[in-house]
């Protein structure tokens, strides 16, 4: 996976929020949860081991502190921050919750290659014949797994989190076809679709050092969770 870096803006944000004060917090909107969701999870990887380094040096999930979040699309993408780091390489997996049962089916897993460079990962489910779409009110599991010695069954650090595909009720379809881009993270983040938000930030994220509108709500949502200590962290994207 070929990776470019979109550079930390976080300095220029905050130049500009003293410059205008208060009015562009008053824009953002947090996220909110949807009531009665959550599952176990590891948002963070428990320790440093290995090959991460830095500050901070622990593999985190960007997810919701409930360990579970909402998407709308049948193939979604996940993020996750990882530090500076000697890794030989990462796998993802993604596996289905059986009904009535505690275990899981996998239906997807990669392995790829990483830089070594600190930043905010991400991986689009592929659209294939041979990984079917997300069912709508079914559980997934996504997990990340960070392979230090290449020859290892087992990888030494790994954190995991929860996904549940919704369709928006039609209140909110409606809000979200008349909505501007920028207003859709909004959406999306008030009404518990956590990865739908995450994602339509980054897709604006181009626009991101010109502007403070989209500075602000990035910095919200990551406040948001407690996790505003990746703020000025790069986004590293598929080139």
């Known amino acids: 996976m070929k990776m470019v870096m979109i550079p930390s803006w976080t300095s220029q944000f905050l130049t500009l929020l003293l410059v205008i004060g208060t009015s562009a917090t008053a824009l953002a909107a947090p996220y909110v949860p949807p009531s009665g969701i959550g599952a176990p999870g590891r948002r963070e990887s428990a320790g440093t081991r290995g090959c991460l380094f830095g500050n901070?040096?622990?593999?985190?999930?960007?997810?919701?502190?409930?360990?579970?979040?909402?998407?709308t699309q049948a193939y979604p993408r996940f993020y996750w921050y990882l530090p500076t780091n000697q890794a030989s390489f990462v796998e993802f997996t993604l596996?289905?919750?059986?009904?009535?049962?505690d275990t899981v089916e996998d239906?997807?897993?990669?392995?790829?290659?990483?830089?070594?460079?600190?930043?905010?990962?991400?991986?689009?489910?592929p659209a294939t014949a041979s990984i079917p779409p997300l069912q709508t009110g079914d559980r997934y599991r996504?997990?990340?797994?960070?392979?230090?010695?290449p020859e290892a069954e087992e990888g030494e650090l790994s954190i995991y989190g929860w996904i549940e595909?919704?369709?928006p009720e039609d209140n909110l379809a409606?809000?979200?076809?008349?909505?501007?881009?920028?207003?859709?993270?909004?959406?999306?983040?008030?009404n518990g679709y956590w990865f739908d938000a995450v994602d339509q930030l980054v897709s604006l994220s181009g626009s991101m050092q010109e502007n403070i509108e989209i500075q602000t709500?990035?910095?919200?949502?990551l406040d948001s969770v407690?996790?505003?200590?990746?703020?000025?962290?790069?986004?590293?994207m598929d080139e």
């Open 217 to 221: 709500r990035w910095v919200e949502l």
């Open 174 to 190: 409606d809000q979200l076809e008349l909505a501007s881009e920028i207003e859709k993270a909004d959406l999306y983040a008030t």
């Open 226 to 236: 407690q996790l505003g200590n990746l703020v000025e962290q790069p986004v590293l």
């Open 165 to 167: 595909r919704r369709l």
């Open 107 to 125: 239906i997807y897993s990669t392995r790829f290659d990483i830089t070594g460079d600190a930043g905010i990962m991400s991986l689009e489910l």
């Open 95 to 101: 596996a289905k919750a059986i009904a009535d049962s």
């Open 142 to 149: 996504w997990q990340v797994t960070i392979f230090c010695n």
């Open 56 to 71: 901070p040096s622990n593999l985190v999930a960007l997810a919701p502190e409930e360990n579970m979040g909402w998407t």
